[in-house]
């Protein structure tokens, strides 16, 4: 996942990458401390590159304009997020460069970029052969002293003064595991002091399980990271992909709960939710179920559930049990259910649900299970 | 783009003897026992723990050197936790096991290059991490694909995601196409076998007839099969499903390969790709299971 501008930048200036003074402000009636005096750059929080070209990046001079900036940008929709919060930063001078680290999962190696020119047409400047690459093993030392060969082409004192940022921050990106860095502008100066202007950081969900600090920043602020957040805390993954979303996913796997998402917006139809709960995971214990129906019987506008278990292991009877047990835990759910079961143990489903008398519709295949959950919305009758 | 330099080993035959690493864990006893019943030659297993023990019948070693040494393994199963994978990687190819599939989700990438390096270097077959295996449907399966889906026929199957192909393969079988090979490379975005490694297998099996991609938002695995369709002069049909259209950027779906960044990983841009090599792409599963019972299926017939 990537994390937002300003997360990466208040986590990196703790291990001393220096960035420029800034806040968050998640309101446009923001009272800055003292010493951020402007002019100042209005940053939006979403995680995208292209902010800039999207009209995400504003500058301000004074604490009117500011105040309009934010107003301005807050609770705007700019490439496909809503505008939830801005930083804030101090205006930085100096010679604009740009570098990058990222890892080529193809090959399984580091690629490191260095321009002597940055901003927002660094593929302007990669066509003119200003950005420079280089690819090399995925290790610590063979990144930096890359980066230092890309920096030969740069006149003194600018490459000594690169080469140091590069070592700092090729070590950020090996201490937590990183897949992408990018400093673009990174600001370099003739006193030797540098900036990183803008910050990308990209982490890999697989590590967080050893990177404490990690964790803990997402746990900190889990409003801006809400599916990590509760992978975190739960264990699999529920995704709200349209809060205003129609029909609420209860599926296991991650490309079959896509590719639901996909046939439902192909007739014409939204899903509230991404989910993957992993029902082999489950082990008899129905916890996740009611957390998924209690979250999906938040949706303000769902009117369906669709359940989709293609189990290859896991026995439908257990599995039935389970969702009985979860559905009258979840009384709020009042939407009718829809449960497409796929597997060893169907018959005895059915007779778990008969028994426990839910008025819940059972239907081994996807297309008309989905032409099913479909019927609340549509009105018709089948 | 380039298509990575994997070694082109065979990816398996029927009747490889075959080692479970992490064969006294829950998950290792279950799906040894279930592989055995299926037709794989399972020889023994690995546990560090062992002293001399068995698990239904098979010896268990407490390292994979010992085991290889008495059984003659030459494919191992690996049924540790994530992060036990690269450990698992490096003690099976010291042992010199030459196909090794790890079914762990969450391995870290970092762990993932670094396993990558070790079986380059040694010329082993890796298949994964977070994959339920592979299988040559009637004969073989390294991992749990279900049986429920598993059938022999003319259908060469490559999968990001598990259970989007449990459900494709099912409702193809239900029409009568089976599968000659079928490979879950994983959704992760480092991993030892992607499609491109895939298909010149699937080329030159004389018993494929047809190709299925599985596909799905993120990474760039789909544009370097296309790639490899068009060097490798792919004369076989490539019917491919993707998931994750309505995906927004920058947000990770389930699988950790499974984000889109920039213009990377669109569904825009492997669609194009994929058609563009000649693959038949495709929405809807219906759509792509009415096609390849159109023609693979016709031709199966005509042959038969």
Sequence with gaps: MMLLEHDAKELLATDGIPVPLGVLATTADIELPAALHGPWMVKVQIPTGGRGKAGGIKRAGTIVELRQRLGGLLGKGIRDHVVRACRVEQCVEGMECYLSVSLDPAQGRLRVLLSSEGGVDIEAHAERGALISADVAANEREAIAAASRLADSIASPARETIVSAAEQLIAEFFVFEATLLEVNPLFIRPDGSWTAGDLKLVIDDNALVRQPRLRDLIRRRADAYPEMALKLNHGFDFVVVNPDGEIGLVTTGAGLSMQMIDELAERGHHAFNFCDIRTGQLRGDPTRLINVFQWIAAGRNVRSVLINFFAGITHLGEVAKLLVTALNAVPELRVPVTARLIGNGYDEAIAVFASAGHPLRVEPDLDRAIELALTPLTGARR | ?304
């Design chain 2, 1 to 304: 783009m380039t298509v990575p330099s994997v070694v082109h080993v065979p990816f398996v035959t029927p009747d490889v003897a075959t080692i479970v690493q992490g064969m006294t864990g829950r998950t290792g006893r279950r799906h040894a026992r279930l592989m055995q019943a299926y037709g794989t030659l399972i020889v023994g297993g690995v546990s560090p723990k062992s002293d001399g023990d068995e698990v239904d019948g098979l010896p268990v070693f407490k390292t994979c050197i010992e085991a290889v040494a008495a059984t003659g393994a030459v494919a191992s199963v690996a049924m540790v936790p994530p992060l036990s994978v690269l450990d698992a990687i490096r003690e099976a190819v010291t042992a010199g096991i030459k196909l090794v599939v790890t079914i762990a989700e969450g391995m870290p990438v970092r762990d993932a290059v670094a396993a990558l390096e070790i079986v380059r270097a040694a010329g082993v077959r890796w298949i994964g991490p977070s994959t339920p295996g592979l299988a040559i449907p009637g004969k073989l399966k390294l991992g749990f694909l279900p049986d429920v889906s598993l059938a022999p026929g003319p259908l060469g199957i490559m999968a990001k995601s598990g259970t989007l192909s449990y459900e494709v393969c099912h409702r193809l079988v239900g029409r009568e196409l089976g599968q000659s090979l079928w490979v879950g490379v994983g959704g992760d975005p480092v991993k030892g076998t992607r499609f491109a490694d895939v298909l010149p297998f699937m080329l030159t099996d004389p018993s494929t007839h047809g190709i299925v991609v599985i596909g799905e938002i993120g990474g760039s695995e789909e544009e370097e099969l296309a790639v490899a369709m068009r060097a490798q002069n792919c004369n076989k049909p490539v019917y491919a499903l993707i998931a994750g259209r309505t995906v927004r950027e920058g947000i990770t779906m389930g699988h950790a390969g499974a984000m889109i960044q920039g213009d990377v990983g669109t569904i825009a841009s492997k669609t194009r790709a994929l058609t563009e090599a000649g693959a038949h792409v495709f929405t809807r599963i219906r759509d792509l299971i009415e096609a390849v019972a159109a023609e693979v299926g016709k031709g199966e017939q005509a042959c038969s």
